[in-house]
């Protein structure tokens, strides 16, 4: 049994580097996941400086060797601040992306496997895709300063936010995959042998619908990332002195205009940088799930 | 059991009544079934036969109830233990399927959870009707693995439906149908797609399986020579009619149906040359209104095959013929 796993565990690992050598750009993603990641765990011990620490006359200097990427308006340093914030926006993606999966899979396979049905679950089915519809007709992002203007800015609220926004999607996924799979015959056999509704629904049909809404995983966490720090941006998101990304770019954007460009830059790198390998990873999974591509 | 009735006899196991099925869509309802009547004995095999279209599969779906709209059962009933399967609720439905009667298909595979292994799926079968540990499940899952003549089934337990052949999902499938020894077994063409050898091993294990269950066999299938070797009785379907009904030597003696001399011609002219083979003109019964369904392919019909539908008729003990001329055929015409 062990030896089983472990004999497929080896040749998807080699089936994965051979398919990671034909597109570098999910490599070079997987990178930038990885220390995303890594500086999540490790980045707030690993600042030379306190990320919120303000150091006394070293307002605005700039990069320097005792500054790698200079100091803001306040004197805090901006690349321990930078290397500091993944942990705070991470944590927002990861959790909100991870509740949004949840929820939108579970309303997904319930709205798909009942879809067109009569009785209460054909309308709760009907209900929850209306429901989408609604939510998704506001903008994203007016939406979700909404949410967070009517509960306070405070990490809990952007991830209740967030979490809220991406259910549609991930409901959509596994509603459109779902209503192709009850049509396969063994779920009918299923019903054949005595099987309920709900039972089907979640123990045959979900495993077999997951693949799009698992694509879509990584793409979400980069957007919720960018969605977090827009949020801090306009002050609706984490309280300023915290290091986030996008409250660092509100602090220092004032500054660009008189030459302190250091300020907002750095940080607005480390979010493009981050949310294009979430994207790039997420864009390789796609192919590499992909059973056609698959050879 | 050579003297019972189509209907109304008293010890059926299955007795299906005037049976009625319309699939229904915006320019008006196709009837795919029209007044099916059949009983099913027990111990018996009876196997149904008929071309694509005759309503063989929806006939089978029907009886598990497992008809969705755009299907609409319009009149007739399905009889089991005095009780009326259509006019039952999903979940007393849901007691009976898989348990009372159980269904193999064609494309076994496909009916198969491709995401989990053998083992998880036949245990979920043997739960789904008993309460039964995980244990007890697993150990029930390999007697019936090891019933149906699959070697190693501690190990096949731990496969997925990929990893096994066209034939030994077809056993797997077999062996769910099996888990509870259900009263009534329904093949619809169980062997579709298999190859000759491993199609008589299948068919042979049925056999076997529903003699040493103590069930009944309701076996569809394209194959006159399938349904003479397995089957105690056979009915012909054709437009979603039954036109006829024999026991299995006195069919093959003689068919009394056109259409069924037909069949049987087709069967035997297949090895030699085309002679005796059907046009395929549209078999569907739209806007028939009252005439026999065959009239339009028939070599023997008359004036009065378009203006009225023939009755299903007892012409001789145990066998029902659905033709106005079926005292001229049996008296020895000859089709042209």
Redesign the interface.
């Known amino acids: 049994?062990t030896a089983r796993v472990l004999r497929s565990v080896t040749s998807e690992a080699r089936h994965l580097a051979r398919f990671s050598r034909s597109r570098p750009g999910f490599l070079v993603g997987l990178g930038m996941v990885a220390l995303t990641i890594f500086l999540a765990a490790f980045g707030p011990h690993l600042s030379p400086y306190g990320p919120e620490e303000t150091l006394p006359g070293a307002a605005n200097l700039p990069p320097s060797v005792e500054h790698w990427m200079g100091t803001d308006i306040s004197g805090m340093d901006v690349f321990s601040r930078v290397i500091a914030a993944p942990r705070i926006d991470l944590t927002i993606a990861l959790v909100s992306t991870a509740a949004a999966f949840v929820g939108g899979v579970v309303l997904g396979v319930i709205s798909g496997f009942f879809a067109g049905g009569?009785g209460i679950w054909g309308r709760l089915s009907a209900t929850i895709v209306r429901g989408a519809d609604i939510f998704q007709a506001f903008p994203v992002f007016i939406f979700a300063l909404a949410l967070v203007g009517f509960r306070g800015p405070s990490i809990q609220n952007v991830i209740v936010a967030l979490a809220f926004l991406n259910v549609p999607f991930f409901l959509r996924l596994t509603r459109g995959a779902v209503l192709h799979v009850r049509e396969?015959?063994?779920v009918?056999?299923?019903?054949?042998?005595?099987?309920?509704g709900l039972r089907i629904a979640f123990?045959?049909v979900m495993?077999?619908a997951l693949t799009p809404a698992l694509a879509n995983l990584s793409p979400t966490i980069g957007f919720s990332i960018l969605l977090a720090s827009a949020l801090s941006f306009v002050g609706a998101g984490v309280p300023i002195p915290t290091p986030e990304w996008g409250s660092m770019i509100a602090i220092g954007a004032p500054n660009m205009m008189t030459g302190q460009w250091w300020t907002a830059l750095f940080p607005g790198l480390a979010l493009g940088l981050t949310i294009l390998g979430y994207a790039l990873v997420g864009d390789g999974l796609r192919y590499y799930l992909d059973p056609v591509n698959r050879r | 059991m050579s003297t019972r009735s189509v209907n109304g006899s008293v010890d059926a196991l299955l007795e299906i009544r005037d049976l009625r099925v319309e699939y229904t869509r915006d320019t008006g309802a196709i009837r795919v079934l029209d007044g099916v009547s059949l009983a099913i004995h027990p111990g018996e095999s009876l196997g149904v036969v008929g071309e694509s279209g005759a309503g063989k599969t929806v006939l089978v779906r029907t009886i598990?109830g497992?008809l969705d709209?755009p299907w609409r059962v319009v009149s007739g009933s399905v009889g089991y233990q005095g009780e009326n399967l259509l006019a039952q609720p999903e979940s007393a439905l849901?007691?009976?399927?898989?348990?009372e009667i159980?269904?193999t298909?064609h494309?076994p595979r496909?009916?198969?959870?491709?995401?989990?292994t053998i083992g998880d799926q036949m245990a979920?079968?043997v739960q789904?009707?008993r309460s039964a540990s995980r244990t007890e499940a697993r150990a029930r899952a390999i007697e019936l693995l090891r019933v149906v003549g699959i070697p190693d089934p501690e190990l096949r337990l731990?496969a997925y439906p990929h990893e096994l052949s066209g034939g030994m999902c077809q056993r797997v499938?077999i062996a769910?149908?099996l888990?509870h020894s259900p009263k009534l077994l329904m093949g619809d063409e169980p062997t579709a797609g298999l190859d000759v050898t491993i199609s008589l091993q299948i068919l042979d294990l049925m056999r076997d399986l529903v003699r040493d269950f103590h069930s009944s066999l309701l076996l569809v299938s394209r194959d006159l020579g399938v349904v003479a070797h397995y089957c105690q009785r056979v009915a012909v379907m054709y437009a979603g009619q039954i036109v006829e009904v024999a026991e299995v030597p006195a069919f093959f003696a003689g068919a009394i149906h056109p259409y069924s001399r037909r069949l049987l011609r087709a069967a035997v002219a297949a090895t030699s040359d085309r002679r005796g083979t059907l046009s395929s003109v549209g078999i569907r019964g739209e806007g028939r209104g009252a005439s026999c369904p065959y009239a339009r392919r028939c070599p023997v019909w008359i004036e009065r095959c378009t203006r009225e539908e023939p009755p299903l008729e007892l012409v001789a003990s145990a066998r029902w013929v659905r033709c106005f001329r079926h005292a001229e055929i049996t008296a020895g015409l000859e089709a042209p």
């Open positions: 049994m009569r396969r015959p063994f009918d056999a299923a019903r054949c042998v005595g099987g309920s123990v045959h495993p077999n | 598990l497992l709209p849901r007691r009976v399927r898989g348990k159980a269904l298909t494309e496909k009916h198969l959870n491709p995401v989990a979920r079968v789904a009707h731990r499938v769910m149908a888990a």
